[in-house]
């Protein structure tokens, strides 16, 4: 992947494929917080919705997160990473093995963003590889951040893990902008219930106590 997007990074990306603006994160955060402010009652209603917290309370707190992500948009927006490809649905299902050499595959949804947002769905894997280690950190997606790191040229090696830790983080809300704009294209312009929600607790988790 790091191979990948450095390549990338230095050649003319085509124009036809969607970009993803980093700095674009507060406003989509904005977005996302008002669809599920419309989606509270029918939540309340049917008892679903967000479980890191009520219906009526998870925009309020989705709010609340916006000078944290301004924040670190600001931080990671400084560090020097350019625009590549993000593959956006990179998971253990997407790589291939073929004659010793790693093959990654399922690019149809990918865009032009932060290099580091890839990592946020592998990281995930890299957690459920690792649950029957009981909770606490993924030795496995340590390893993964310190491959990752070691593989792109951008700043200090420090820094690099800083920056990809941070990403991973407000990946949950470009995640989150992504599918919104899906639901969208397909008729539904404030996204899909339940995805909503999910995505509602994956920033939450990431980004508040709320769960403690």
């Known amino acids: 992947l790091a191979a990948i997007q450095v390549a990338a990074s230095e050649t003319p990306i085509p124009p036809e494929i969607p970009r993803s603006p980093l700095r674009a994160l507060p406003a989509t955060l904005d977005r996302f917080a008002e669809s599920v402010e419309r989606h509270r009652d029918q939540w309340e209603s049917q008892g679903s919705g967000p479980q890191a917290a009520s219906a009526r309370d998870a925009a309020g707190l989705l709010r609340s997160i916006r000078p944290q992500v301004v924040a670190t948009v600001e931080e990671i927006g400084d560090a020097?990473?350019?625009d590549s490809i993000d593959h956006v649905d990179l998971n253990v299902s997407n790589a291939l093995v073929r004659n010793d050499q790693l093959v990654l595959i399922d690019w149809e949804e990918a865009i032009v963003g932060f290099p580091a947002f890839s990592l946020d769905?592998?990281?995930?894997?890299?957690?459920e590889y690792d649950d029957w280690r009981g909770k606490g950190p993924s030795p496995t997606g340590e390893a993964l951040i310190g491959a990752y790191a070691d593989r792109v040229p951008w700043g200090s090696p420090h820094l690099?893990?800083?920056v990809i830790e941070?990403?991973?983080?407000l990946n949950r809300v470009a995640?989150?902008?992504?599918?919104l704009d899906f639901g969208r294209a397909?008729?539904?312009?404030?996204?899909?219930p339940p995805l909503m929600a999910f995505?509602?607790?994956r920033i939450l988790d990431a980004?508040?106590?709320?769960?403690e």
């Open 175 to 179: 995640f989150a902008g992504q599918l």
């Open 166 to 169: 941070k990403a991973v983080r």
């Open 207 to 211: 980004w508040t106590n709320v769960r």
């Open 160 to 162: 690099r893990r800083t």
């Open 121 to 127: 769905r592998l990281l995930d894997d890299a957690q």
């Open 80 to 82: 020097g990473w350019p």
């Open 199 to 201: 995505c509602t607790d």
């Open 186 to 192: 397909g008729g539904r312009p404030h996204g899909h």
